[in-house]
């Protein structure tokens, strides 16, 4: 009964009141960062009279009126439409990305006695059964494989709009869909294992652990120090997966729209929204993976796991320093994920979007190549080095390379323009 | 017509191996962004007009709304001679002429209108005028309207614009042509 009743609520916490809220901004995100970045101002404007004033929170309200809109419009199918399949397939992409949220840890473990009021609601037994609860919803020992089958089943969703709206644009966007995340479901996998090897567990919140340690220098054995390379090919091969900026070929405006042409109102909607929570299990993802999850280093180790900076100070404000543990990894980690997703939507906004062999050549002959290689020298190196010092010795070493090849790169000239004869 | 090939742009090893370019690309990107985010608002390079509330002032050739002008005694100074309904392409203005009550002119418009949804601004009709008496001048556009009605303007709204510089006249007009004193339409 304990067991069900924390885990629904961590579930409505973390998945109804981070991820989809969070989803819900970066729709709004995307269309002001987008903006600045092209010197543009945005939606701004949206506005509600509160006592007759007029309240506009920076263009936030436009996250309201457009699900508002949303709900309101006709929700139409085509009457050559496979009925059942169009229906459901919105709901696939939804449904898969919010259970991926389960698997995530989102902050270090709270003891459950210290929790306000535990020791008047809960029986002795209760609190022996259960002395921590982890701030994740489910602890999965398959955890990172889970995850993958979830992220695969996802796909179903674009590929089943695509079929069912009998429409050819809409299946040829499914198509490039699964396609697409067929090649980079396998660059996907391989670029983790790297980091499987480093971490000796798929469970999540095992990877984020093992990422606490101190490895060089007082450097954190954080994913993006021992693996920077497997970060990068993961967050490309993630963002393919996601059919997002540079690689959104599915729903190619200018070519085919996608495999959501024919849908309207809050299905449509809903495919939106998946993509802006695929953004955002990403970043949850990638954090957990490479960004040591709620750790932040020289401020709040977690080298016992549920130790942190505020150990010293008994009772502040009279909560217990576990809880202010697991609050403060909650903010942590809630800052990071923003970050990535911020970071997402600023590539989508730099990156022309590949044309299709450029994007299975990506796939196939430069992604999958390189991730094996990542594992055999990943592999090589732990073997010689268990401290994985070495390791981290060897990531620095990349990131440094490619921070002076960056620096030092040749200097652009400006691309001849075409001599225009009018 | 003619074909233009482009050149096409080799690109360095450097420039192929990508993610140094991504790392630039996100660079400029990222540039915008803060400077538009951070920067002073007289100084970032934010290009939007906020519409409604700041207006960009139009350019002193612009060409707005027509507007007819009026004599000294406020009528117009329009003769109804159909010049700039024969010029338009768009056959946007209807006039009717009446026999005016002045002997020294011969007609005046008893309507005069233009249709601003079929109008395309191109100004021939103020090029046609043998009398000055219709200007673009006003630096106005034309206001928006719901009813199809409302776009058709008549004599007595192109009356009552103003030029530019706040009178019924427009930029050095010269009322020496009042009445039919002959003297011929001066240039701008």
């Excluded at chain 1, 600045?36 to 101002?41: F, G, I, P």
């Excluded at chain 2, 006039?95 to 249709?115: G, L, M, N, R």
């Amino acid at each position: 009964m304990f067991l069900l009743i924390t885990t629904l609520v961590k579930f409505v916490v973390f998945a109804l009141l981070f991820i989809l809220p969070l989803a819900a901004v970066l729709t709004w995100m995307e269309r002001r960062q987008s903006a600045y970045s092209q010197d543009r101002l945005g939606p701004q404007r949206a506005e509600i009279r509160v006592f007759g004033h007029p309240v506009r929170l920076i263009g936030l309200l436009h996250v309201v009126a457009d699900g508002l809109k949303s709900f309101f419009k006709e929700s139409f199918a085509p009457s050559a439409a496979d009925k059942v399949l169009f229906a459901l397939a919105p709901l696939i992409g939804f449904v898969t990305t919010l259970c991926i949220v389960a698997l995530i840890p989102f902050g270090p473990d709270l003891e459950t006695a210290s929790l306000p009021g535990a020791r008047w609601l809960l029986s002795q037994e209760t609190l022996r059964a259960y002395p921590v609860i982890p701030l994740q919803v489910a602890r999965l020992d398959a955890g990172l494989l889970y995850v993958f089958a979830l992220g695969s089943l996802s796909i179903y969703g674009a590929a089943l709009a695509g079929w069912a709206s009998n429409n050819r644009f809409a299946l040829l966007g499914g198509l490039r869909a699964s396609a697409q995340s067929i090649s980079y479901e396998i660059a996907l996998g391989l670029t983790t294992v790297g980091m499987l090897i480093v971490c000796g567990s798929t469970e999540l919140s095992e990877i984020v652990h093992a990422q606490g340690r101190d490895v060089l220098f007082g450097l954190p054995a954080w994913g993006i120090v021992v693996q920077p390379l497997a970060a990068v090919l993961f967050l490309t091969a993630a963002i393919a997966e996601c059919k997002r900026g540079p690689f959104d070929l599915p729903e190619g405006e200018p070519e085919i729209i996608g495999y959501f042409v024919e849908y309207s109102s809050m299905s449509f909607g809903l495919f939106m929204l998946t993509e802006f929570m695929e953004v955002a299990v990403l970043g949850a993802l990638f954090t957990t993976m490479f960004l040591g999850g709620s750790d932040l280093p020289w401020v709040m180790r977690s080298d016992g796991w549920h130790l942190g900076v505020w150990q010293g100070v008994p009772d502040f404000l009279g909560l217990s320093p576990s809880l202010w543990n697991g609050l403060a990894g909650l903010v942590v980690f809630g800052v990071k994920v923003f970050l990535v997703s911020a970071l997402q939507l600023q590539i989508r906004w730099t990156l022309p979007r590949f044309r299709y062999d450029q994007l299975m050549h990506l796939g196939w002959k430069i992604l999958l190549p390189l991730a094996l290689v990542n594992i055999f020298v990943t592999a090589g190196l732990v073997y010689a080095d268990q401290s994985l010092r070495l390791l981290a010795l060897v990531g620095v070493a990349q990131v440094a390379i490619f921070a002076v090849v960056v620096a030092l790169g040749p200097s652009h000239k400006p691309i001849p323009a075409p001599a225009h004869s009018h | 017509m003619t074909i233009h090939v482009r050149e096409r742009v080799s690109f360095s090893a450097y420039e192929k191996s990508y993610l140094p370019e991504v790392v630039r690309g996100l660079g400029i990107t990222l540039r915008h962004f803060f400077a538009n985010l951070l920067g002073r608002r007289a100084t970032r390079p934010l290009q939007t007009v906020r519409y409604p509330e700041v207006r960009r002032i139009y350019p002193p050739r612009f060409r707005g709304q027509h507007r007819l002008l009026p004599r000294a005694n406020g009528s117009p100074r329009c003769v109804a001679c159909y010049m700039c309904a024969t010029a338009c392409p768009a056959y946007c203005i209807h006039i009717i002429a009446a026999e005016s009550p002045d002997p020294q002119i011969e007609k005046y418009p008893a309507a005069f209108e233009i249709d601003m949804l079929r109008c395309i601004l191109c100004g021939l009709c103020v090029e046609a005028c043998p009398e000055d008496a219709i200007r673009m001048d006003s630096g106005i556009h034309t206001p928006p309207f719901e009813a199809r009605d409302d776009a058709v303007v008549g004599r007595m709204d192109l009356l009552a614009l103003l030029g530019r510089n706040g009178t019924p006249a427009a930029f050095g007009a010269q009322d020496t042509r009042e009445g039919r004193s002959g003297a011929a339409p001066s240039a701008f």
